[in-house]
């Protein structure tokens, strides 16, 4: 496989839905926001992924800020307690045109992974070809489409098949094999997000460590 280098890792930063992962209307919480002009703004967060638009608000003011305007926003996630980062980044249309959307840092180790999620009822989960994980409220399921940076310098979709992740991250016959066979020993489901991470994680590791 050929190296997929921190390059890429820290291009994401400095270049720095589909409905979904949108927070509740009325939740809101601490984070920040990084205009591209550097300034950084710090108040409670509030985002609309569809309309790819970040909000703030302080001392009872709200502004709203397009993908075009914003490098990166975060905050602290009360409801999964978890720090959780967006990032604006280009993506081609199927028209071919490109466009600044709003894709949430998976991981960043040497290697970037990021994603979009997609909220359906869950009987129509099984209908999705994207990795999913389930949620018990409401019966609600968030369909996840993850995307790198290939090393054609493309920003570019990962199916959930294991030839596709050959194929974006550049694996070579054995690599291939031995990804394979990860899946099949740990008994991996690339349809659920948590294995479809693991696996690129556990091939991500494995090149850095080469």
Same mark, same amino acid.
């Given at each position: 496989?050929k190296k997929l280098h921190l390059f890429y890792a820290l291009f994401f930063c400095l270049w720095t839905s589909l409905?979904?992962?949108?927070?509740?209307?009325?939740?809101?919480?601490?984070?920040?926001?990084?205009?591209?002009?550097?300034?950084?703004?710090?108040?409670?967060?509030?985002?609309?992924?569809?309309?790819?638009?970040?909000?703030?608000?302080?001392?009872?003011?709200?502004?709203?800020?397009?993908?075009?305007?914003?490098?990166?926003?975060?905050?602290?996630?009360?409801?999964? #307690?978890?720090?959780?980062? $967006?990032?604006?980044?280009?993506?081609? =249309? &199927?028209?071919?045109? !490109?466009?600044?959307?709003?894709?949430?840092?998976?991981?960043?180790?040497?290697?970037?992974?990021?994603?979009?999620?997609?909220?359906?009822?869950?009987?129509?989960?099984?209908?999705?070809?994207?990795?999913?994980?389930?949620?018990?409220?409401?019966?609600?399921?968030?369909? #996840?489409?993850?995307?790198? $940076?290939?090393?054609?310098?493309?920003? =570019? &979709?990962?199916?959930? !098949?294991?030839?596709?992740?050959?194929?974006?991250?550049?694996?070579?016959?054995?690599?291939?094999?031995?990804?394979e066979k990860f899946i099949i020993e740990n008994q991996l489901d690339l349809n659920y997000a948590s294995d479809f991470i693991k696996v690129i994680y556990?091939?991500?590791?494995?090149?850095?460590?080469?």
């Open positions: 496989m409905e979904a992962g949108d927070l509740p209307k009325d939740d809101w919480n601490v984070g920040e926001i990084m205009l591209n002009n550097g300034e950084i703004l710090k108040g409670e967060i509030q985002y609309d992924l569809k309309q790819n638009v970040a909000m703030i608000k302080k001392k009872g003011l709200v502004k709203a800020f397009g993908a075009y305007n914003i490098d990166y926003f975060r905050f602290m996630d009360s409801a999964r #307690s978890m720090i959780r980062s $967006f990032y604006s980044m280009p993506y081609s =249309q &199927k028209n071919g045109q !490109e466009r600044l959307m709003f894709f949430e840092l998976v991981f960043e180790d040497g290697f970037a992974l990021f994603n979009r999620e997609l909220s359906v009822p869950q009987k129509h989960a099984v209908l999705a070809e994207r990795p999913y994980i389930q949620r018990e409220d409401k019966g609600v399921v968030s369909i #996840s489409s993850y995307y790198i $940076f290939t090393l054609d310098g493309n920003f =570019q &979709k990962i199916e959930t !098949e294991a030839s596709d992740l050959a194929d974006k991250l550049s694996l070579d016959r054995k690599e291939k094999k031995e990804m556990e091939v991500v590791q494995n090149d850095i460590q080469s």
